[in-house]
């Protein structure tokens, strides 16, 4: 019979892409380009402060290396943007070695490459939970089983952690690395406490994993002191950098444009990524690398980041102030002291997946909070993002979200009170019969 | 050669998909040789479809706001022909209460139906009707928004304890929803086409044949995640009465230039599902691939679609 086939090369794809489904959200997404919509959903920094003047300059200046700019690259990135990255990370704290650096495009590569490095099929991971859709994503195409360790106020709860370790051995899986983003985590917001920083440390010792530092937000600290990161920890301690994979981005303190990142990691580990990596692109791009060499060398790079954290604190206070406003009792978030994210929860029963097109409809949206959990589960959270929309938009977008919030909640208690009196009414019409 | 306004975008869940129907339509008439001006819905739509003031417009909006009567009411105020249904009958097929009820009347099968409001929800404590509802119905029914075209919302109960939960789902997409009988068969839809001054006929018979679970929004505009039959496999005696059945039923709902009929062949029977006046247009649609299927290009749907809207003389939509 003439069936149409609408995919004819159907039966050649590959196991793992058949398991790579777009999220039904990630369909919905393409309504926030409609007008008006107060968009709360991405995890944008806002680029337009970045300013037509400093790009200029910044063209300007690297306009006598052109030809350098243009060629192919390195694969492990040039050697001055491996300079700048040892200096911003100094910054934070951490003294990184510049033969430790690898760059790579976008953090995103990196997760990439760590994922295709450590894990064959079945074997097993610990994500906190939630945990940064676009890592579960690079993740899910290798296979693995994804374990979510709960967290609280001050990040992945280590005693979890042990138990899910302890778990996952017992079934005899082989766990490969624990993942965390150990500041104003992405959705959660919080942030890992220092002593737990140590104890994550310990148990990855213990069980012999690789912990991989995914730190893209730790520069946008908006108040509180910066805690080290957990490769800073190790190297205290071990006199080295040893099983601590940090990764590193340009994307929140310079540009997301650029698609720069890096990895910072011991040689065994960056050798293996080099070899991924020149399968993938072969090397990250020269112009991106000099632009921000240019940026980071000539222009005070500081003072753009303590501007952005000016513009960033604003903006989540003016979240903070109006979900405490408008939110009805039931609905909770977190304080993040930096980064770009508030975590929302809502009532058990109120699955935020199921209300984002009555959000839309309403003109603002959010993210999900499902699509930060490998097995569908966070369906009554919601990611919020502060970062990109204007405190005044911000607080519109709260008001009316709380709204659609309400009118939920208020649909369910209508419901419940309605079907607690038709229960007590069935046997009556049971006898009666009903139409047909 | 005619100076035309696409509408496509709109603030729809099927936004999406209205940007995918609406160039490839903009692509077909452009390569008819006409000016092609392509619009969003927004602020200044009405401005500048006056500043425009088109010889027609072709809509490729899906879902409320464009399918529902609305556009369709302003470019009658613009006194602006326009492709597809009028406000009425718009409204009509959007609403499923609406259609459904309109179906019945005219004898045409659909199947049984209880409707709530959400209004009735609050003031009148209506849920207490929910299990009676159902065990009216019997198991298993379909929960469904009302005013929601693409499977958003749309849960498969299989008995009284599930029912609480869908009809709760089902009012985060629209403030009335359905609670309708499961009607077991094969899907066929049927795409209709009302060519400029003759009868409404039908392009053929699409059986949708979806690879695994439901006929979602996700298969819906996947490629590869549905099997499209053409000519759907039935008798002949069952494709006249599905033929049959879906022009009863687009003329019952006063419908006009097109639309694609969807129903189930239940024992036999064509039973009614849901009448979409601006079905898509995309790769995956199924109305540019019966007309395909019947011989006619796409560019010939598009032009005949777009003839009927300029035949100004016909009697006036409803």
Known sequence: ?436 | MARLAVLRGGHSMERDVSFVTGRRVQHALERLGHEVHPLDIEDSTTEALMELSPEAVFICLHGPGGEDGTVQALLETLNLPYTGSGPLSSIRCMDKDYAKRALRAAGINTPPFRTFLRRAMNEMGAAAALDTAGESLGYPLVVKPAREGSGFGLNRVEGSGELFDAVYEAFGYDAKILLEKWAEGSEVSVPIIEPAGENAKALGLVEIRPREGAYNFEAKYTPGATDFAIPAEVSDEEARNLEETALTAYRALGCSGFARVDTILEDGLPQILDVKTIPGFTETSTLPLAAEAAGMSFEELVETILEAALHTEAAAKL
């Open chain 1, 1 to 436: 019979m003439p069936l149409v086939d609408l995919d004819r090369f159907d039966f050649l794809y590959a196991t793992r892409v058949k398991g790579m489904k777009t999220a039904a959200t990630r369909d919905l997404m393409a309504t926030l380009s409609r007008p008006g919509i107060i968009s709360l959903a991405g995890g944008f920094p806002d680029t337009r402060a970045f300013g037509e003047e400093a790009f200029r300059e910044i063209a300007h200046n690297m306009s006598g290396d052109y030809a350098q700019a243009l060629q192919y690259g390195p694969t492990g990135g040039l050697e001055s943007i491996k300079d700048v990255i040892v200096e911003v990370m100094g910054a934070e704290g951490t003294p990184a070695n510049q033969e430790n650096v690898f760059v790579t495009t976008g953090a995103q590569q990196a997760l990439d490459l760590v994922a295709k490095v450590f894990l064959d099929e079945g074997d097993a991971i610990l994500c906190e939970g939630p945990s940064y859709a676009g890592a579960l994503n690079a993740f899910a195409a290798y296979r693995p089983r994804i374990a979510h360790v709960p967290m609280d106020r001050a990040g992945m709860i280590p005693a979890a952690a042990r138990e899910t370790l302890n778990k996952a051995k017992k079934q005899g899986l082989h766990i490969k690395f624990l993942y965390t983003v150990p500041n104003f985590q992405n959705p959660a917001g919080v942030t890992l406490a220092k002593d737990r920083r140590r104890e994550i440390l310990d148990l990855a010792k213990e069980f012999d994993l690789v912990v991989i530092e995914d730190n893209p937000y730790g520069m946008l600290r908006f108040e509180g002191e910066p805690l080290p990161t957990l490769a800073a920890l190790e190297m205290e301690e071990e006199g080295d950098v040893d099983r601590v994979v940090y990764l590193g981005t340009f994307s929140k303190i310079f540009a997301p444009g650029v698609r720069l990142g890096w990895v910072h990691a011991q040689p065994g580990i960056l050798h293996k990524i080099n070899v991924g990596k020149q399968g993938a692109d072969l090397c990250s791009s020269n112009l991106s690398q000099m632009m921000i060499t240019s940026f980071f060398q000539n222009a005070d790079w500081k003072a753009y980041v303590a501007r952005l954290n000016g513009i960033y604190k604003e903006r989540r206070d003016a979240m903070l102030d109006s979900l405490a406003e408008f939110m009805p009792k039931d609905v909770h978030w977190t304080h993040p002291e930096g980064g770009l994210f508030v975590w929302a929860t809502l009532p058990t029963y109120l699955d935020a997946t199921a209300m984002l097109p009555r959000a839309i409809a309403k003109n603002v949206a959010y993210v999900p909070g499902e699509g930060f959990y490998a097995g569908g589960e966070g369906k009554n959270h919601m990611r919020l993002n502060f970062s990109f929309v204007e405190s005044e938009k911000i607080r519109r977008g709260i008001e009316i979200l709380s709204e659609v919030i309400r009118e939920r909640i208020e649909l369910r208690s209508d419901l419940e009170r309605g079907s607690k009196r038709g229960a007590r009414q069935k046997p009556r019409s049971a006898s009666t019969g009903t139409e047909g």
